[in-house]
């Protein structure tokens, strides 16, 4: 015999009422993908990912997915070579002392009319708007930055311990660490008293703002284009000397600088902060931070450098909601908890100033000078620390980094050296 269902109805007013809101249920709880692409050391990886581990937890709205490079070379050539519908929502994407061009490519976004539409549209952010690093001329924020580092200097305290060292810190005055690299070479660190992997920073760019000189051209009567002075030639032929006497290990840009500093083998590193967070994670290694050299005969006190690193790009043509899901994103970031975290395990500046007054005095007990050298970071930046924007830099800068190895190397002098850089820098900074 067949059956039949017999809807009253009242039944069938609530069968079509629990069919509707399954559909409104489905549509409500399926979540808008968010794709995130980044480069970021080993160390700096698990923490960023955990971070995003944590905001997918939070809420079903959003799911956050992340794909990660070796290098910032490897996302650029795949970036390049991407389709713009499969670009990612969200990029890393560096930016030097706020000369880069990156704000000005077609797929770019600026961050400041996206956070409008969030609760981040009223955060205190920790760099001020005068900072150029991420900032438009206007002082608008043109992306997050989420990996925003200063240069500093490390330092092995057992090393100095070792080498009968008192205080057991690297001097500020390039003249007196000297000495104290003869010393730490003699006593325990003739393998690698001194390394660094940012020599166009250290040698060069920071090299005047931390003299609280203006570096780049156009500046000052007369001056035209790069004109590296007496400054320049001083260190540059100090830096060729100490290299050739084994105090100052040739500088890298690779990796194996800061993996020998992990490991204990170099007594002082160059480098920039972003590496805190993994050297606080060798338990075998006791560090401390302090400020790059300054030179006392040029200026009493020294200045702070630039800003550098790079932060978290919106792109375009992902529709508009994709783009609020993306935008959510940051703004969760920039959260106390999740901005404190970031810059108490990575070693970049604090993303907000709720970040940095959220950090306590146990944070920075074993750091050295780390929490006065970030502090000043949340105030008007002098003149010479501000950043700036040079035509074509990324090849002059690319350029000058092959010039110095040539110099450290002994293939040239000084002198002759910088001389070049400045020539083929102008040319560029003049190219059509």
């Known amino acids: 015999m067949t059956s039949y269902t017999i809807f009253t109805p009242k039944r069938l007013c609530g069968v079509l009422f629990s069919a509707l809101a399954g559909l409104v249920s489905t549509s409500a709880w399926s979540a808008t993908d968010i794709q995130v692409w980044y480069s970021l050391n080993a160390h700096n990886k698990k923490v960023f990912e955990q971070l995003v581990k944590d905001f997918n937890k939070q809420q079903k709205d959003i799911a956050v997915k992340t794909r990660a490079f070796d290098s910032q070379n490897d996302l650029d050539a795949a970036l390049s070579l991407t389709a713009e519908k499969e670009r990612p929502h969200v990029v890393q994407l560096p930016e030097v002392s706020g000369m880069d061009d990156v704000a000005t490519r077609a797929y770019i976004q600026p961050l400041y009319q ?13 760099l001020p708007s005068e900072n150029n690093f991420m900032h438009d001329a206007k002082g608008r924020l043109l992306a997050l930055p989420f990996m925003a580092e200063i240069p500093v200097m490390y330092y092995n305290i057992d090393a100095f311990k070792k080498a009968g060292l008192t205080p057991t810190q690297p001097s500020r005055s390039w003249q007196d660490l000297q000495g104290q690299l003869v010393t730490l070479a003699n006593n325990g660190s003739r393998r690698c008293p001194l390394t660094s992997d940012q020599p166009v920073s250290i040698n060069l760019e920071n090299l005047a703002a931390v003299n609280k000189q203006i570096y780049g051209p156009g500046v000052g009567k007369g001056k035209v284009g790069f004109n590296f002075d007496t400054m320049y030639i001083r260190h540059l032929s100090t830096m060729i000397s100490w290299v050739r006497s084994e105090i100052l290990v ?10 020998r500093f992990a490991e204990g083998e170099c007594a002082v590193f160059m480098s920039n902060s972003g590496n805190i967070g993994q050297f606080a994670d060798q338990r075998r290694l006791d560090f401390a931070v302090t400020g790059i050299p300054y030179y006392p005969q040029v200026t009493a006190t020294p200045g702070s450098p630039f800003v550098t690193g790079s932060g978290l790009w919106l792109t375009k043509g992902h529709g508009a909601a994709a783009d ?6 940051l703004a969760w970031l920039a ?3 999740p901005a404190a975290t970031w810059f108490q395990k990575t070693g970049f500046l604090p993303l907000t100033q709720e970040a940095f007054a959220n950090t306590g005095a146990d944070y920075y007990k074993n750091l050295g000078d780390w929490r006065s050298l970030v502090a000043v970071y949340s105030q008007k930046p002098e003149n010479t620390a501000r950043g700036f924007k040079i035509k074509n830099y990324h090849q002059i800068r690319a350029m ?9 190397e002994g293939k040239q002098p000084a002198m002759t050296a910088l001389q070049s850089a400045a020539a083929e820098a102008n040319k560029l900074i003049n190219a059509k």
């Open 114 to 126: 996206a956070l409008n539409k969030t609760t981040a549209k009223n955060t205190k952010w920790f």
């Open 250 to 259: 040739h500088p890298s840009q690779f990796v194996q600088s800061p993996t």
């Open 324 to 329: 609020q899901a993306s935008a959510e994103f």
């Open 335 to 337: 959260q106390p908890e």
């Open 400 to 408: 000058f980094n092959t010039t110095l190895e040539s110099a450290l």
